[in-house]
């Protein structure tokens, strides 16, 4: 057995393995007792309430791990990745229908066994908890829309990707780099005109105190602000949110109406702070600039991997191509996704932190406080999550510490 046929192998086990360890002991990590700065939010029953919806989550996501895990672990395994790319190559001369019909083939199989693993989510463990307000119609609309944007946008990027190669031999991952920067700049300019309204409706702020509260606010800290929209949450699900998108002119806050309803218009304006405070300390813009130098990376490693023939033979391919390239590139960069994961948590931990203190000085650090003892509560989120777990997948502190920080 090959070097590469090994390493595949042993990771995707590796990932497996340690993910569900990380998992076991953050729910072991839940803790009993009640901190008394949440006490007179959270009593006894919705307190146990909250771990047994962690549980009944935790079952659902190892069940679907596991199912994920298993299916690609055979696929390498058994070579099938070679083996369906090489039946696809005897019969499509155009590498672009070659990868399309690929990742098409792959997509459908993912969404056929996530598709009752979401409906269970949904129906059952977001029903039982009382979070769920989605219908029918909207699951299935809601899937339908993702398919079709999904072939839209991923078919134009396959294109412009298989394009950009046949056109640069040598360095390619240069011109991909570019390409794809100037998309993920482009969403993040348009994302709440163009991708939000396809599944949610925005519908401008109304004039009244809260919009005033909000105008007084963002022309006492130099903030212009012109998009203010109220997002349908609540056809979906009970719980709260709000989004900060755009860039520049388009620069867009997104209040979710579940959030509205649930606090008072203090606590909105602390949150609106808080989200002004990314803004004002360039946390958007250093993230954006990060991703930039990450997609870099990952352009690199996958002409790397392009020019490697031993890897394609590894997953049974008898010829490297773009799609099998893309699959061994994925797994090749999991462990460094993972390190730059962690290192991005990390900041956006102390970004968090950041725009807490902006909203407190700037604003009302009690209102935050209490926005987020609130949406802790109704969310039903774990008060006590193992520090490792934190270390490796939060990208927001737990809340205990965010009130600690807020209370200095």
């Not at 395994?77 to 499509?92: P, R």
């Not at 229908?97 to 997509?107: D, E, G, H, M, N």
């Not at 979401?118 to 899937?143: A, C, P, Q, V």
């Amino acid at each position: 057995m090959d070097f590469w046929y090994l390493f595949f192998l042993i990771l995707v086990l590796f990932n497996y393995v340690f993910s569900n360890i990380i998992e076991y002991l953050n729910n072991k990590s839940w803790n009993p007792h009640i901190p008394d700065e949440l006490s007179s939010y959270y009593d006894k029953k919705r307190y146990d309430k909250a771990r047994e919806y962690k549980t009944e989550k935790s079952k659902v996501s190892l069940i679907s791990g596991t199912i994920s895990f298993l299916i690609t672990f055979c696929l390498i395994f058994f070579k099938g990745f070679g083996y369906i790319s090489n039946q696809i190559s005897l019969n499509f001369d155009s590498s672009f229908l070659q990868a399309s019909i690929f990742f098409l083939l792959f997509y459908a199989i993912n969404f056929f066994i996530s598709l009752p693993i979401s409906y269970y989510s949904t129906f059952y463990i977001e029903e039982k908890f009382g979070f769920n307000k989605t219908t029918i119609k909207t699951f299935f609309l809601d899937r339908i829309k993702s398919i079709i944007l999904t072939i839209l946008i991923g078919g134009v990027l396959l294109a412009l990707s298989i394009y950009t190669i046949h056109l640069f031999k040598n360095s390619y991952w240069i011109y991909l780099w570019i390409g794809l920067s100037v998309f993920i700049v482009f969403i993040n300019m348009f994302y709440a005109q163009l991708i939000v309204p396809i599944f949610n409706k925005l519908t401008p702020l109304d004039e009244g105190s809260l919009r005033k509260k909000i105008e007084n606010y963002t022309k006492k800290v130099g903030y212009s602000l012109k998009n203010i929209f109220i997002i349908d949450g609540s056809k979906r699900s009970t719980k709260a949110n709000a989004f900060f998108s755009g860039l520049g002119s388009q620069k867009t806050i997104a209040l979710y109406d579940t959030l509205i309803k649930n606090h008072s218009e203090e606590e909105l304006v602390a949150v609106l702070a808080h989200e002004i405070g990314h803004y004002k300390k360039k946390h958007i813009l250093y993230s954006l600039l990060i991703s930039i130098f990450q997609l870099g990376i990952m352009c690199f490693l996958f002409e790397t991997c392009m020019r490697n023939p031993n890897i394609a033979e590894s997953l049974g391919a008898s010829q490297m191509n773009f799609h099998i390239g893309l699959v061994a590139f994925t797994f090749i960069f999991s462990p460094v996704g993972s390190i730059l994961g962690i290192f991005m948590n990390m900041l956006s931990r102390k970004n968090e932190y950041e725009a807490d203190n902006y909203a407190k000085l700037t604003y009302n650090g009690s209102a935050l406080q209490t926005a987020l003892k609130k949406l802790s509560v109704d969310t039903l989120s774990n008060l006590y999550p193992h520090p490792l777990y934190v270390f490796l997948n939060y990208s927001h502190p737990p809340l205990i510490k965010r009130l600690n920080n807020l209370s200095l």
